[in-house]
């Protein structure tokens, strides 16, 4: 594994309500769109910040702009704007604060240590060359709806929290990591499946099958902590009396496989982890149980 890893990771949703889109503009020159112009309808767009549109003004104080969002004077959009520009005027300090919380992990973590002591039996090496922490941009991306059913255009917002590459090594996202805990996860994570690619060359794309991708990301939520009760409850404010490790586990690797170039949809990503399922979810290498 050599440095600078390439991306990978699911959309996270963000509750942008569809009104808030910007509207489409007709000229007097717009004439019947060909199948080529219909196909691009119904692929995803990314979107710039538009002061009239969304409020938020990138040329005054930061400050400024923080107070209209306490009195609302800018909308879900022009927020994950705002917060897109703070992450890059903040990137210095975040990524110094990822490498000291990585470095202490590798020092003091029992999970990351014995995760980079299994990998280095495969012949892995995983170290500050190849675990490293950079300013990961999101994208607000508009999902078009199926006009003939009456659905209309959404709004998702698509971050990471890190990402593995067989080729180049772990990617840490700083300006994602809320503290050190949220960084262990993280990386642990990351490190399940870089043991899982050097036990059985993961077929990471899905070129020939999803399920390699199923169910390493079963594995990875399931061994990494994420998922754990106090994680889910408290932070995320999910939680139930029955099944929620479970759901969790399951929820998180469909979202991972929905990010895969070759799978179609939701419910390609669904019936694929469920094929997997019974028997990854079981497979608890290379720990004995299931610790965190």
Not at 22 to 40: I, R
Not at 51 to 61: A, E, F, M, V
Not at 68 to 76: C, F, N, V
Not at 213 to 220: D, L, V
Request: hydrophobic fraction near 30%; charged fraction near 25%.
């Amino acid at each position: 594994m050599s440095p600078a890893p390439t991306t990978s990771a699911g959309p996270a949703s963000s509750g942008i309500p569809p009104s808030s889109l910007p509207t489409s503009t007709v000229t007097e020159n717009d004439t019947q769109p060909s199948s080529s112009s219909k196909a691009n309808d119904l692929l995803p767009r990314y979107l710039t910040n538009d002061t009239s549109r969304t409020g938020y003004d990138p040329s005054i104080q930061w400050w400024m702009n923080y107070f209209k969002i306490l009195t609302g004077q800018i909308t879900p959009e022009g927020v994950e704007h705002y917060r897109e520009d703070r992450y890059k005027a903040n990137e210095a300090r975040d990524c110094a604060r990822c490498e000291a919380d990585r470095d202490w992990l590798f020092q003091n973590s029992p999970v990351i240590r014995f995760l980079r002591e299994k990998v280095a039996n495969l012949n892995g090496v995983l170290d500050e060359t190849n675990v490293v922490c950079r300013r990961c941009p999101s994208r607000i991306v508009v999902i078009p709806g199926t006009k003939d059913k009456g659905e209309e255009d959404r709004i998702e917002v698509a971050r990471q929290g890190g990402g593995f590459s067989p080729d180049h090594g772990i990617l840490l996202c700083a300006n994602e990591m809320r503290n050190r805990g949220h960084l262990e996860d993280t990386l642990a994570h990351e490190m399940v499946h870089a043991w899982d690619h050097l036990r059985w060359k993961v077929d990471w794309f899905g070129e020939k099958s999803l399920r390699h991708a199923a169910c390493t990301e079963i594995r990875a939520s399931m061994l990494s902590g994420e998922c754990r009760w106090t994680r889910e409850s408290i932070v995320r404010g999910n939680w139930t009396l029955t099944q929620q490790f479970q759901n969790c586990v399951r929820m998180r690797a469909i979202q991972s496989v929905m990010a895969r170039p070759t799978c179609k949809d939701d419910v390609h990503a669904t019936k694929v982890v469920n094929e997997v399922w019974d028997s990854c979810f079981a497979d608890k290498r290379p720990f004995e149980e299931i610790y965190r």
